[in-house]
C-alpha cells in the first residue's frame, strides 16, 4: 500500500520562506507531485519529480530524494494568495496517484 | 490548455435520487479519467480509473454498483451516484491524464462538483 505524511498546519508571514515536508512508503514510484488546492477549489498542479534533485518553478521549488523517500515544496516571497492546502501525491503507478493529507498554509501579513 | 470541466458545479438532491457527473477534457484527448472525493478538510481518495471505452476499476472499498462510471469518449466520462443517501454527501472531483512524453502521466483536476443529499 501507499503511505504519506506531511504537517498539517504551517504559518508564516508575507516575505518569507517555507517548507513542506512529505516522506513516503509505496510499494511503487513513478514519481511525486505537488498539488495546491484553495478552500472549495479544485487541485492545481505545481511541480512533479521523477527523478533526485531540485526541480524550480517561479518562487516554487520541489526536491525529492527516492532513497529517503523524501521530498519538499520550498515557497518563496510568501504571498497572501499562498494561503491554500497543498498536497504531496506519489506517482505509484504509471497513472496513479496517491494523495496526502494535505498541509495548510497560513499566511499572515 | 489542457482543461478539465465538470458540470454540475454543485447539485442538491434528494435521498434516493440518482445524480450524474460529467468530465470532460476540453482541449486534450485523456488516455485516461479519474474520480475522486474529498470531504472537509481531507484529501483526494482516488475512487476509480477509467479507460475510454473499458470498464473502470475500482479501488477497495468503493461500491462499483452505487457509482456508475461510463468513459464513453476520449473526452468524456460520467460518473453517476445511484440511490444517493446523506452520507453520499461529498466534493467529487474529476482529472484526466494524457502522455506527458516520459514515464510519467500529467493529470488535470476539473473544478468539482459539490454534492448535497438532504
Known amino acids: 500500500g501507499q503511505s504519506l505524511e506531511q504537517p498539517s498546519e504551517v504559518t508564516a508571514v508575507e516575505g518569507a520562506i517555507v517548507q513542506i515536508n512529505c516522506t513516503y512508503q509505496?510499494?511503487?514510484?513513478?514519481?511525486l507531485s505537488w498539488y495546491q488546492q484553495h478552500d472549495g477549489g479544485a487541485p492545481t498542479f505545481l511541480s512533479y519529480?521523477?527523478?533526485?534533485g531540485l526541480e524550480e518553478t517561479g518562487r516554487f521549488s520541489s526536491f525529492l530524494s527516492r532513497s529517503d523517500s523524501y521530498g519538499y515544496l520550498l515557497l518563496q516571497e510568501l504571498q497572501m494568495k499562498d494561503s491554500a492546502s497543498y498536497f504531496c501525491a506519489v506517482a505509484y503507478n504509471f497513472n496513479k496517484f496517491y494523495f496526502g493529507s494535505g498541509t495548510k498554509l497560513n499566511v499572515k501579513p | 490548455g489542457a482543461v478539465v470541466s465538470q458540470h454540475p458545479s454543485w447539485v442538491i438532491c434528494k435521498s434516493g435520487t440518482s445524480v450524474k457527473i460529467e468530465c470532460r477534457s476540453l482541449?486534450?484527448?485523456?488516455?485516461?479519467m479519474f474520480w475522486y472525493r474529498q470531504f472537509p478538510k481531507q484529501s483526494l481518495m482516488l475512487m476509480a480509473t477509467?479507460?475510454?471505452?473499458?470498464?473502470?476499476?475500482?479501488e477497495q472499498g468503493v461500491e462499483k454498483d452505487k457509482f456508475l462510471i461510463n468513459h464513453a469518449s476520449l473526452t468524456l466520462s460520467t460518473l453517476t451516484v445511484t440511490s444517493a443517501h446523506p452520507e453520499d454527501s461529498s466534493f467529487y472531483i474529476c482529472?484526466?491524464?494524457?502522455?506527458?512524453?516520459?514515464?510519467?502521466?500529467?493529470?488535470?483536476f476539473g473544478p468539482g462538483t459539490r454534492l448535497t443529499v438532504l
Open positions: 482529472s484526466a491524464s494524457r502522455v506527458s512524453g516520459g514515464a510519467y502521466n500529467e493529470q488535470f
Open positions: 477509467s479507460n475510454e471505452g473499458s470498464k473502470a476499476t475500482y
Open positions: 482541449d486534450f484527448q485523456a488516455t485516461t
Open positions: 509505496t510499494s511503487g514510484f513513478y514519481g
Open positions: 519529480n521523477g527523478l533526485d
